[in-house]
């Protein structure tokens, strides 16, 4: 039996990809949403809403952009949101673990059983102070420190859940299946 019972995604980056006015699925990501729910894995989605507490998006269109993506890719066991600008003391941002510890809670699963798929090396720091098991998928401004720093790293949302769901949290430093593992890094801009 595959330890991992929950796996939650950031929304932004590794789900969804960001075109501004659309909400468009990254691709393999309806395979990899299919995968994880054949194995009875819950899922869940993460994500920051900065322009909430700055007043640039209101909550109902947070529940817009959210019911699409319900339409597109849902539904889903649990979505945790931090609604807070960067420059706030809140509990949820990553890298703190709030926001991770109360989606486990909402679904009542303890944290070593619960994989995060992030973009981020915040959010991947915030699944590890939390207990849970972080994957990175490098987002394209990554930082090569960042990158180079990670654990746990895949070219994309559908080989991390093939790996987590054919092998249980990660045990290795880069998660693999047939394409090109090269694909996850991106040489900085000038880099030769």
């Known amino acids: 039996m595959n330890p991992v019972r929950l796996v939650l995604v950031e929304q932004d980056g590794v789900l969804v990809e960001d075109v501004p006015g659309r909400v468009r699925p990254v691709p393999g990501a309806r395979e990899a949403l299919a995968l994880l729910r054949s194995r009875r894995v819950r899922v869940g989605v993460l994500g920051r809403r900065p322009g909430v507490a700055r007043g640039e998006l209101s909550r109902a269109d947070v529940r817009r ?6 339409e597109l890719l849902g539904p889903f066991d649990v979505r945790a949101v931090c609604p807070h600008a960067p420059e706030d003391d809140c509990h949820c941002r990553a890298p703190r673990p709030g926001l991770l510890l109360w989606a486990a809670g909402r679904v009542c699963t303890p944290p070593e059983r619960i994989a995060v798929v992030a973009a981020t090396a915040d959010t991947v720091e915030a699944a590890r102070r939390a207990g849970a098991h972080g994957v990175l998928v490098p987002a394209p401004d990554a930082r090569p420190e960042e990158t180079a ?11 991390a859940v093939r790996g987590l769901v054919l092998s249980g949290p990660p045990q290795q430093h880069v998660l693999a299946d047939e394409r090109a593992i090269t694909a996850a890094y991106r040489p900085a801009e000038g880099a030769g």
Request: negative net charge.
């Open 65 to 70: 952009v959210d019911g699409r993506i319900d």
């Open 149 to 159: 720093g990670a654990e746990h790293l895949a070219p994309d949302l559908l080989t």
